[in-house]
């Protein structure tokens, strides 16, 4: 297993939900890392805030989530309820309403929820620590990285595992507007980890692959759909365009080993779009629009990390 | 000629640079629409400062510019010395070194200063007629137009002539980070135009594409090469990438006739891309990187429309 000190803060299972037996304490990632601030989480109904309103967000929601699943244990509630309430936050991603029902499985087959929140947990690092091996085996010395979003502990272990190998490294990282997990969440990550990183605006990647500066691209995904096309963060499918005019490989990372056939494509609101950080950035009035994820299609994926190897869409019988 | 009315604010004449005799006053466009500002020119250096920083953009720079040389002949300063200085101020376009140097020659063969502007100025309304008939034949009723940055005169008039033409149109306005132009002067000019626009941030046209939404790509240019490449705002290459891949025409403006052999791309500083509206975005000491354009191949271009009709790239021998 890997060296939990290879993570950056942001990773760190006390830094996403800390609980106490009574709240949970979340760092809130909206305004880190201008301001290390923590909310504190007394119900699931505050979990389901947090997440909709993307105080979690990159992986942290589903940490989040087991651990609401016991506070409400704690708290005697019906915890099929409380799985259902979190589940429905953010539609797109159907790793948590997945994680969330195998661990209502484990519980009514004898195991304590505590015993089983961890063994799920264990599991999970488990697939990171896999997943970043063949991660790593992709990455070569040398190699200018683009990413997308936060594409968090595949991603980064990835790259921590290369290096580890000698491998030298740098990444272009995307601000990823509205949130700006690029510069709140990848950026100071990487410069954690001393990795050479540069922040890029959503609509410089294609200037940097025609510089012959970016060789491959690697992002997460929120969800894999039954004809290995992938759905994440928007912006993905532009970049993965870009990506294949330049016959620069794109490898998603993907924690499901099952599909997800009915896919919903979250519209959030068009105002998150109209401001930055709190700041209108343009007139009272004006309208916006902000679909939340991407489809990538199979054609422009060159593998699919997953736990279990590296599947190539192009290769697979349709 | 064209109705001067149907422009908006940010084209207007007196709003871009009024010259007084003695001064020129600015609308300062990095604090607009949020604030009206304007800030006041006395020198030919502090035009080239309006413009360096960014108070001016978008076409407008052009015509502070030939407001200084005014101001410059009524101090009695060194014409050709003010030019070049003002020519400096933005490597990469260099319709304003082209504009200026003309200027100087219609002087030195007799005409005087002032009806020499105003001619200048009669021409480039003269194009911008033009060039916005044959951009307006090419919008079809129904259409969703996707642009970048601010694409100016050309662009704005082909949409306020074939809305005359009783076409309905829909606008996709990149908000255009970082000086998030398509935010501050498209969007605004859209909706005082009263032209139905939506904005969205930089890394979501692809989603419109495939979604079906967007049947044009449009945008000004900044650079016309010899090979029929052009060099536009950044994001301007990833936008024609995916407009490419869904069969999307791309049509960029270019107002120059002569095409520019030795281009510079200009690389800003990153700390633009650190800060949004003077907020930073993540945390101090983070690297960033901005070059200020993207080159266009001319494989990615349907049709370059200038004064004097669409020069199709693909159609002409190497």
């Not at 201008?34 to 119900?43: F, T």
């Not at 004809?227 to 294949?244: E, M, P, Y």
Request: with cysteine; glycine share 6%; charged share 25%.
């Amino acid at each position: 297993m890997f060296d939990q000190s290879l993570l950056p803060t942001v990773l760190r299972h006390d830094e996403i939900a800390f609980f106490d037996g009574k709240s949970i304490r979340v760092l809130d990632r909206r305004c880190y890392p201008l301001k290390k601030e923590y909310i504190s989480v007394k119900s699931a109904e505050d979990a389901y805030w947090a997440i909709k309103d993307m105080a979690v967000q990159g992986g942290a929601p589903l940490e989040l989530a087991l651990r609401t699943m016991l506070l409400s244990y704690e708290k005697k509630e019906d915890l099929e309820k409380c799985a259902s309430l979190l589940s429905s936050a953010r539609p797109t991603n159907k790793s948590m309403a997945n994680t969330l029902s195998d661990l209502l499985k484990r519980i009514s087959s004898g195991t304590g929820i505590y015993d089983a929140v961890d063994s799920i947990l264990d599991e999970y690092d488990e697939a990171y620590d896999r997943m970043s091996s063949y991660g790593k085996d992709l990455i070569e010395d040398g190699d200018g990285i683009l990413t997308t979003c936060f594409a968090e502990h595949s991603f980064l272990l990835s790259l921590a595992k290369a290096r580890m190998e000698g491998k030298d490294i740098r990444v272009y990282v995307p601000e990823t507007r509205p949130y700006l997990q690029g510069a709140k969440l990848t950026l100071p990550s990487l410069n954690e980890m001393g990795i050479e990183s540069y922040l890029i605006t959503d609509a410089m990647p294609a200037f940097f692959m025609r510089e012959g500066k970016i060789m491959k691209y690697m992002s997460a995904s929120d969800a894999l759909l039954p004809d290995f096309s992938v759905a994440n963060k928007i912006g993905t499918l532009s970049n993965a365009i870009c990506a294949r005019y330049y016959g620069i490989p794109y490898y998603p990372f993907s924690l499901e080993s099952s599909s997800n056939s009915n896919l919903e494509i979250e519209y959030r609101s068009g105002n998150e779009v109209l401001s930055i950080n709190g700041c209108c950035i343009t007139e009272p009035g004006a309208k916006a629009l902000y679909p939340a994820f991407d489809i990538i299609e199979r054609s422009l994926i060159s593998g699919i990390i997953t736990k279990n190897g590296i599947i190539y869409p192009n290769e697979i019988e349709k």
